[in-house]
């Protein structure tokens, strides 16, 4: 299974969860490499998937109903196919066991898990990856995903790297009144992605690894964080629970000692994922129910806002640093993107999730067992494919990252 599927008569491609936000972003970007000979749109809403197939008017897409806790039928059907793409949350429910039926069926697997319980018990699956002969990638999103290659790309600058941080949000920006929040703010109250704000919420509320000191220990997430470093200044970001400081510590080997995962937030969302995670810890809401409640929450809060707050240029999105010794100084080397694919979110994870996915049909992904971005994906290659998703893209990886160089 190490050599390229290309050289493959035809290549089949399964997307579980194919019909969803995410899933349709990766099925319609995947379609565009000219990859594929066939293509299944698998998902447990199939009057969904098969609306979406019909939209695409592609002959090499169809749709087919799964449910992804029913064994032995997603055995079953990703046998059927090359290479499987997977984009059904919440990954806290589902991850686990969609990656055993993957080795099991023996197939060649690419997802977004972006949990960090199930990316601790997947990872205990690389032996039997490894005698299956087969590939699995998994995190390769956004975050994780693209953090994870900004923080091996960051590591790589220094010739020893003891602490990584990974974050998500913004530096500066401006905070509008009520007139003026933005329209994704209502459609988010409105109706979203239910899997996002699912895994949202669950991370949120219980305690998250974090890696420090060479061990892991468990935090609340939004107690407690650190400053993060951008272009035009300094932030403090919450720590959140996520699988990043899970493996980076695992996969980069130039002494780290230590790793975390940050968001930042605004205020009012803030102050509403404090309180929903609470209310789950205590057991007065699910998961589930909380995701429910908090974009309509945080919507209800921004329109209570009553003065502009300007707080300079905007900078951030997806970062990642990393601090150690070069030339026997101690410097950190920080990185963001400076641009992104249409679709906001659902292009920043779902375009990553197909390149990943290209690595390992063209074969420039090898290696077996599983596998998490930084372990497997070289920065300059990735970033070389990402920058042309961009809404003008450009000519060089030099001009698609910011770098942040402090001295410590």
Sequence with gaps: MGAPILDEFEVKILALGGSGTMGQVAVKTILEGQYVDQLIVADYDIDRAKQFVESLNDGRVSACFIDVQNTKALEDLMSEADLVI???????????????????????????????????????????????????????????????????????????????????????????????????????????????????????????????????????????????????????????????PVTLGRFINKGIRGACNLVGLEPEELDVVKELGAKVRANELSAAQAAEKYPQEVFARKQQRREVVDLGPRVGGLHASASGKKGGKRVRYGYGCLGEPPKGMAGSTSVPLVIGAEMILEGEIEQTGVLVPEACIDPVAFFERYMKYWVNPPERVEDALYEVIEEL
Excluded at 149 to 176: F, K, M, N, P, S
Excluded at 220 to 243: C, L, M, R, S
């Design 86 to 244: 997977n984009t059904v949350g919440p990954f806290y429910r589902f991850g686990e066991s969609i990656v055993r039926a993957a080795i099991k069926a023996e197939r060649n697997y690419v997802d977004i898990m972006d949990d960090y319980g199930p990316t601790q018990q997947v990872l205990e699956l690389d032996e039997e990856a490894r005698r299956a002969g087969i590939t699995i990638l998994i995190g390769m999103g956004a975050s994780p995903g693209i953090t994870n290659i900004l923080a091996r790309h960051a590591a790589d600058q220094l010739d020893e790297v003891d602490y990584i941080q990974t974050a998500w949000g913004y530096v500066g920006g401006v905070l509008r009144p009520a007139s003026a929040v933005s329209r994704k703010s209502k459609r988010l109250a409105e109706h979203q992605e239910e899997a996002a704000f699912d895994h949202f919420l669950y991370n949120a509320a219980y305690k998250a690894p974090l890696f420090r000191d060479g061990q892991f220990v468990e935090i609340v997430p939004f107690e407690d964080g650190e400053e993060v470093t951008f272009p035009n200044g300094k932030g403090f970001f919450y720590y959140f629970g996520h699988p990043e």
